[in-house]
């Protein structure tokens, strides 16, 4: 399993991003996915989730309205649209599979590199 992520840059408030994450080792489409993010000093979260189909979503509450996740299984690839970044979204940010929709990941899956994103005020 490897899981590659990209597309973080520093931003000022207000800015948008998207990022990308290219999976490989599993087959994509049969499993549910998850964006995480782990800020300096606190703990891993969950941001978003897709069900395998992407017909299906969940948000952290402090993003709804300004993050999308979406996927294209034909590019093993899952994505996650940022807009209106505050400073408080500067975290790294990984992506990876889950057991179910809403569910926890796999414990034996690698964490990829993660993509830093920083929102400057």
């Known amino acids: 399993v490897q899981l590659v992520e990209s597309g973080g840059a520093m931003v000022q408030s207000g800015g948008s991003l998207r990022l990308s994450c290219v999976v490989s080792?599993?087959?994509?489409?049969?499993?549910?996915m998850s964006w995480y993010r782990q800020a300096p000093g606190k703990e891993r979260e969950v941001v978003a989730d897709?069900?395998?189909?992407?017909?299906?979503?969940h948000y952290l509450d402090s993003v709804k309205g300004r993050f999308t996740i979406f996927r294209d299984n034909g590019k093993s690839t899952v994505y996650l649209e940022m807009n209106n970044l505050q400073p408080e979204d500067t975290a790294l940010y990984y992506c990876?599979?889950?057991?179910?929709?809403?569910?926890?990941?796999?414990?034996?899956?690698?964490w990829g590199q993660g993509t830093q994103v920083t929102v400057a005020s």
């Open positions: 990876s599979r889950t057991r179910n929709f809403g569910g926890p990941r796999f414990d034996s899956d690698p």
């Open positions: 897709i069900n395998m189909f992407g017909g299906a979503t």
């Open positions: 080792g599993f087959t994509f489409s049969r499993y549910s």
